[in-house]
DNA sequence: GTCTATAGTTCGATAGAC
DNA sequence: GTCTATCGAACTATAGAC
């Protein structure tokens, strides 16, 4: 069977092939990412993505044309489902309950972007490291991105949380907002910084250890400014 | 008078020169401030400082060897006048009573530091970019400075909340520090998103306005983890 | 201490074959 | 879709005159 052309065999073949890789275009956003956690977008170069993701420098022109676009295409990716697992929690929350624990919508805020393209390990991934250097910076691309892929989900959350806690004025909501962002950047950024000041007591690379501590934190803030 | 020899005239010229400019070494360091903050380590370039300083680029070299040495020259000088002022606020407070408030405690951590270097107006100066970008910054040269400029005070702070808040474990108290820093962060950081989600009632630009909001947030944040 | 000029490297991006 | 080869620009840093 199977002797009539090359051109059906071929077709049968590609269903079969294991890494189902229909294209590097995956493989080049794994390397992106990584290397933009390590370096930043500026420390970053086009070359050493190609090379982690074992491709031609042109390779990653032709799929993505250009740095800036690839910076974005890898924000979209991880963003997008991430939101959408946010999205879900939080109206989940809301179905299950006309009032929410506040606990339970702060965590929600944060635990998806944990678990975001980690291997193994129980700390955040790469994308991570990468969130908290775009949301805590001033720069006209970072801050595009911050409104094009995350202010219309921190909005849900804003209201989410004057919802719950109905003393907050709108703009404490947003401040809230903010401040709650503001705390979990400094467990997305994996610094080390906790450790070095504990004596090895506090890691900031344990991400269930760090959502223990910070999900409290918050909320005590959030209820003193309501 | 006067009409001896050149070089006694020009001795006592130096000390009439209206802006006391005995070298360009300080100009230098504002205007890698500047850039630094608007771009970031690796987004700056050597001809862009030296363009806004009005000098060669080779000048800088002559003072600061290289780029890492100057970005670090620029860290220590502010980071050693603001550091200076935190421990003397702290100092203060403790003398004035044995269990001063968190509150003043809170306000004394990031007072000093959005107040160096800013002009005229009610926001932080570009210093403050600078180190919102490199405390979230995971990076080897970011955290060496974090480490050397910043974490002996970081550690008097840590005692301090320790000591008024004696419910708090070290290790709590580690982190009651590191989330603080966070929230402050988002204060240097200075990026317009606040404004963004409150369509123009949240101005991050304006620090006493962020001032009177992160103080009972963190406070309120501290208390619930004691 | 400050300059001009430039060496030497690295980078983003493109041309063109397969 | 992927590659090799390379262009042109930008960068850090240095040499050497003043």
Chains 1, 2 share one sequence.
């Not at 982690?52 to 799929?63: G, M, N, S, T």
């Not at 974005?72 to 990716?77: L, N, P, Q, S, Y």
């Amino acid at each position: 069977m199977a002797t009539s052309t090359t051109t059906r065999s071929e077709e049968a073949q590609k269903d079969l092939d294991q890494p189902r890789r229909e294209s590097r275009f995956g493989s080049i956003l794994d390397a992106a990412e990584l290397v933009f956690a390590e370096s930043g977008y500026d420390g970053a170069s086009m070359r050493e993505i190609a090379s982690k993701a074992d491709v031609a420098q042109a390779l990653i022109h032709y799929h993505f044309k250009n740095k800036a676009q690839l910076f974005e295409a890898m924000v979209a990716r991880r963003s997008s489902s991430i939101n959408d697992d946010r999205a879900e929690l939080l109206d989940r929350l809301f179905e299950k309950s006309s009032h929410p624990d506040l606990e339970d919508i702060v965590e929600a805020l944060f635990r998806p972007t944990i678990e975001a393209g980690r291997t193994s390990t129980n700390n955040a991934g790469p994308y991570a490291r990468i969130l908290a250097s775009v949301a805590n910076s001033a720069g006209a691309r970072d801050q595009e991105l911050a409104k094009k892929y995350y202010d219309p989900i921190a909005l849900k959350y804003i209201d989410a949380l004057q919802r719950v806690q109905p003393g907050l004025s709108r703009a404490d909501a947003v401040w809230a907002y903010m401040f709650a962002i503001g705390v979990g950047m400094t467990m997305m950024a994996q610094t080390g910084r906790p450790k070095r000041l504990s004596d090895g007591a506090c890691d900031d690379g344990d991400a269930e250890e760090m959502l223990g501590r910070i999900v409290p934190f918050i909320c005590g803030g959030i209820r003193a400014l309501a």
